[in-house]
């Protein structure tokens, strides 16, 4: 459990969701998204593609820079 700003999280889709409601991310859907992506990687035998992987990288990696440059620099 997280607790933080009277929130509290369970799990990694709650955080997601009260960092979205704390307005640390802007896109809470998206990041939703790439939990999901990142749930069904470890499952590799369901035939993703590596260019789907390769996509939702880069598209993590951008909003994780943007995400630092906003909050820790």
């Known amino acids: 459990m997280v607790q933080g700003h009277g929130m509290e999280a369970y799990s990694p889709r709650d955080v997601i969701k009260v960092a979205g409601r704390l307005d640390i991310i802007q896109n809470v859907e998206l990041w939703l998204g ?12 369901l035939g993703i593609e590596d260019s789907e992987y390769i ?5 993590y990696l951008a909003e994780a820079t ?8």
Do not use: A, G, I, W
């Not at 939990?35 to 470890?42: A, F, P, W």
């Not at 996509?55 to 598209?59: A, L, N, S, Y």
């Not at 943007?66 to 620099?73: A, G, I, M, Q, V």
């Open 34 to 45: 790439f939990l999901e992506d990142r749930n069904l990687s470890v499952h590799d035998y």
């Open 66 to 73: 943007s995400l630092y440059e906003k909050h820790f620099s």
């Open 55 to 59: 996509q939702t990288v880069h598209r």
